[in-house]
């Protein structure tokens, strides 16, 4: 009830205060704009078209203050057309010309002066109504009173409806339109102050809005770049440390026992033996590998088998838990896969923790991952921490992600991944 009635407030508020902008936005952009274009052939027209542009961003600014508080939601601010950077003063004034936004500010002033009239008159209208109606009671007397004339209207009502002509049956009924009034006050005044403000929001955020949308693939692409290249770095690295070395020592020792067959071969089945079991820790150690670039069990059954094989390999005991759906596009389950993966792994290198848990739930649009352990805490992102590599992850496929990790524990890491 205090949610219905705060936000009854801002939408009356906004509709009251729409009309002494959108008034002075209206004449401002339209007589500008024509006297602008009109005389933009003798040069006259193009500095006034340009300073009322510049006038508009100020009304455009007015206008869109209260949109988040009516629509609930934080709106992008709008990005001006610069000027190049060393470009004079002329080329800088006139650069708003070739701004699309600033004409938009222009065609928003032209279409919400009608809308912000209606809105203006339907809530005073409103609002006068049902109080008046409401509190009929209390001041009707006074004007009987006063003027001698007890016919105000309502009495042809209150006969029609055969309760007589009394001052109790005309208040009776006076109030039952004010109870109505009132009960359709909120919906009216709603749907007025939403018809205002998802115009303001489609005329003056739509083109920041687009420019907001590409900054964020950028940096999911730059994510994705950056994620891939730590990947391909660290994939080279364990392969030159690991399978390659042992590779070279198992040709060494293939060597050693083709010189020892002829001499001794006993020697030679020996030094054979221990190559094979070399061989086998080398198939070992490139299927562990294999597991970071592409997991055959991923691939072949999906997420939930793959979280449960990833578990099961934790060095801490791992509590887990799914709610999946079938299968999801192959980058929502990897990175799911491999976040989980960086995760336990961070939890068996620095925790200290004796448990660990992850959850997967679908939530429709998203997938929602938690990974705690009761460790020591103190985790954060930082280079060298374990964790670093998780941002890129996780911002490649547009998703978000927190950790919450204070000095002494538990740690819990929360990560969205958008699935639709």
């Known amino acids: 009830m205090r949610t219905t009635l705060r936000q009854l407030g801002v939408d009356t508020a ?4 729409m009309f002494p902008i959108a008034l002075p936005a209206f004449i401002i952009g339209l007589v500008g704009t024509v006297l602008g274009v009109g005389t933009a052939v003798i040069w006259i027209g193009v500095p006034i078209a340009a300073a009322t542009l510049f006038a508009m961003r100020g009304m455009a600014a007015a206008g869109r203050s209260m949109i988040p508080a009516v629509l609930d939601r934080d709106l992008p ?24 936004q600033s004409w938009l500010n222009v065609l928003w002033a032209v279409a919400i002066l009608p ?26 007397w006074i004007i009987r009173a ?12 209150t006969r029609w409806l055969g309760w007589g002509d009394s001052y109790l049956a005309v208040s ?17 005044v709603r749907g007025m102050a939403l018809a205002q403000a998802l115009i303001g929001k489609g005329m003056l955020t739509s083109i920041s809005g687009l420019h907001d949308r590409i900054d964020q693939l950028e940096e999911s692409r730059d994510a994705a770049t950056s994620a891939e290249a730590d990947a391909l770095r660290r994939i080279e690295r364990d392969i030159h440390d690991g399978p390659q070395q042992r590779l070279v020592g198992l040709g060494m020792e293939l060597a050693r ?34 597991r970071g670039i592409a997991p055959p069990i991923l691939t072949d ?6 979280l449960a094989a990833l578990s099961a390999r934790s060095l801490v005991p791992v509590e887990l838990e799914t709610d999946l759906n079938g299968r999801y596009r192959a980058a929502v389950e990897s990175t799911v896969y491999f976040v989980t993966a960086e995760c336990l792994t961070n939890i068996a290198k620095h925790s200290r923790a004796t448990k660990a848990t992850v959850s997967v739930e679908d939530w429709g649009d998203r997938l929602v991952l938690s990974v705690g352990d009761n460790g020591i805490g103190g985790a954060h992102v930082s280079k060298g921490h374990g964790l670093s590599g998780l941002t890129d992850r996780v911002k490649a496929v547009e998703g978000q992600w927190t950790i919450d990790s204070p000095d002494g524990g538990p740690t819990v890491i929360v990560v969205e991944v958008p699935c639709t």
């Open 257 to 290: 026992v083709k010189r020892q067959l002829a001499v001794n071969p006993e020697a030679a089945q020996e030094t054979l033996e221990a190559a094979i079991t070399q061989t086998r820790e080398t198939i070992d150690e490139l299927r562990s590998l294999s």
């Open 172 to 188: 009776v009924l006076a109030v039952i339109g004010g109870i109505i009034m009132a009960l359709t006050l909120v919906p009216v």
């Open 115 to 140: 809308v912000a009239i209606a809105g203006f008159v339907v809530a005073i209208a409103w609002w006068a109504a049902t109080a008046a109606a409401l509190t009929y009671p209390l001041y009707s």
């Open 146 to 157: 006063a003027t001698g004339d007890s016919d105000d209207g309502l009495e042809y009502a």
């Open 14 to 17: 906004y509709l009251l205060s």
């Open 77 to 100: 601010r709008p990005r001006y057309k610069r000027a190049k950077e060393g470009a004079s003063g002329l080329r800088r004034y006139l650069t708003i010309l070739t701004d699309g």
């Open 301 to 306: 059954r999906g997420l939930d088998a793959a």
